[in-house]
């Protein structure tokens, strides 16, 4: 992967950085795994804005993908890497042998013609989706479950990754993309590698149409505003706003917002790095 700069040419172009697509090798996507997406522009079902600074931005289609790899022992050959306007990685078009058809995150290393599969006596190679109890210490991996038979949660978007770093019992100890570490059922699925796009952090908008093309409305900052729309508006001349917080009052900064009794705190082994 690599990622392509513009000559200066316009002041849209001076700063822009995006992606190649040169392993991308159809335009267009396989229409039976595909729905109509209604963009709500941050409206609810009553219409009422809920989400602001959403709204506009370039159709979509939406792609079904396949999280959760439940075809045991069917071996699959990727047909083709495509483009995904949904989500920051690439996808994967799977021809599985039985006739049915998936689309998977295409990880790193992951070429056309090449074969995946799915199951307990599988070989872990990149592609592959195993339980955590088959797959080597030390193992790269993404698209983990949560909970077995769930379908993927962790480490799904462009170049994230975490690591299988031990077992205990009936629970892998995972190192996650975010740093913290946790346990896992042994019998959740993974797929092994990385997931593919990695330089998808370098890239640049350039200018703020791209924003717009993605639904994204400009976004107000709380300081410009007066004290009755925001805790941190008002004052004379420029003032600094005093603590960040949200619109609502909240502490922006520092302060935890995670339940203190949450059920899932007995298998967090590590937190996140700060």
């Known amino acids: 992967m690599a990622v392509r700069k ?3 040419t316009t002041p849209g172009q001076r700063h822009k950085i995006i992606g190649v697509f040169d392993n991308i090798t159809t335009r267009t996507p396989e229409k039976s795994l595909t729905v109509g997406k209604r963009s709500t522009g941050g409206r609810n079902s009553q219409g009422h804005l809920t989400s602001r600074f959403r709204g506009g931005g370039h159709k979509r289609r939406y792609r079904i993908i396949d999280f959760k790899r439940n075809k045991d022992g069917v071996p699959a050959r990727v047909k083709s890497i495509e483009y995904d306007p949904n989500r920051s990685a690439r996808i994967a078009l799977l021809y599985y042998v039985d006739g049915a058809k998936a689309y998977i995150i295409a990880p790193n290393g992951l070429e056309v013609g090449a074969t995946v599969v799915s199951g307990e006596n599988v070989a872990p190679e990149v592609g592959n989706a195993l339980p955590l109890s088959s797959i080597p210490v030390g193992t790269l991996i993404h698209n983990i479950e949560l909970k077995p ?3 993927a949660r962790i480490a799904r978007s462009a170049g994230t990754f975490a690591q299988l770093t031990s077992r205990e019992g009936t ?4 190192k996650l993309p975010s740093g913290e570490t946790r346990k896992i059922l ?3 699925k993974a797929t092994v590698g990385v997931v593919g796009n990695s330089d998808h952090a370098l890239e640049q908008s350039g200018k703020a149409g791209r924003s717009r093309w ?3 409305r400009p976004h107000n900052r709380g300081v410009v505003m007066n004290p009755v729309d925001h805790p941190m508006g008002g004052g004379e001349g420029r003032q600094s706003g005093g603590h960040p917080r949200s619109r609502t009052g909240l502490y922006a900064k520092g302060l935890k917002t995670r339940a203190p009794k949450k059920q899932s705190n007995k298998y967090i082994i590590e937190r996140r790095k700060k």
């Open 6 to 8: 513009f000559k200066p």
């Open 149 to 151: 038979g769930q379908g």
């Open 171 to 174: 629970y892998a100890i995972i």
């Open 186 to 188: 042994a019998s959740c």
């Open 214 to 216: 993605l639904g994204r």
